[in-house]
């Protein structure tokens, strides 16, 4: 079974010499892997859920079962946070451009793209206030103005976090398929 986070890996292994490697361009695919800031805190939300669980068990033998069943809902509730934190990215397939959020999803089809650039700018260090020299993945889109355009990725988000080369062959990947789908 294909873990969907990891499908980028698996078209890479495949292709060669490809500028834009992929098996079935409609489906939504993210281009690079999940940085070990993102996975490690998503390890550590499972590892607290399991804590949960155990803990809604023991309330279930020694207490109330509806105790117990907040105590499941928390847990599971813990679960899903973890399994969204995995699927926050940049995605991309023949129908567009899909930035995924914890909270919201928002996708830019093609015909609105004007360009994907990487700038040189400040940036938020792990989606925090704090703000350090970086670079930043902008999308620019047809109607609106370079400066109100949406940062995708960033040098020192979870994902690319002291992996400045991965940064790199993310964006050319990201660039790529901006470029091959605009000419259109």
Same mark, same amino acid.
């Given at each position: ?10 078209a890479?292994?495949t292709?060669?010499d490809?500028?834009?490697p992929f ?47 907040v105590i !499941? %809902?928390?847990?599971?509730? /813990?679960?899903?946070? &973890? =399994?969204? $934190?995995? *699927?926050?990215?940049?995605w991309?397939s ?21 360009a994907?650039?990487?700038v ?5 260090? !792990? %989606?925090?206030?704090?703000t /350090?020299?970086?670079? &930043? =993945?902008? $999308?620019? *889109?047809?109607g ?9 990725l960033t040098?020192?988000?979870a ?12 964006a050319?990947a ?9 000419r259109?």
């Amino acid at each position: 079974m294909p873990l969907p986070f990891l499908t980028a890996d698996r078209a890479f292994a495949t292709a060669d010499d490809l500028a834009l490697p992929f098996d079935d361009r409609d489906r939504w695919r993210r281009p690079y892997r999940p940085g070990p800031w993102r996975v490690g805190t998503a390890a550590l939300l499972l590892l607290l859920a399991s804590f949960v669980l155990f803990a809604a068990v023991v309330i279930a033998l020694t207490a109330s079962v509806s105790e117990a069943g907040v105590i !499941l %809902g928390i847990a599971l509730a /813990v679960i899903l946070g &973890a =399994l969204r $934190l995995l *699927r926050v990215g940049v995605w991309v397939s023949g129908r567009g451009l899909r930035q995924v959020g914890f909270l919201s999803t928002r996708t830019a089809p093609w015909e609105q793209v004007v360009a994907v650039r990487t700038v040189q700018r400040p940036v938020r260090w !792990l %989606g925090l206030p704090r703000t /350090v020299q970086g670079q &930043a =993945l902008i $999308l620019v *889109r047809r109607g609106r103005a370079a400066e109100d355009a949406p940062v995708l990725l960033t040098t020192h988000d979870a994902d690319f976090m002291a992996r400045a080369g991965s940064f790199d062959r993310a964006a050319d990947a990201i660039e790529a398929w901006a470029a091959e789908n605009t000419r259109r």
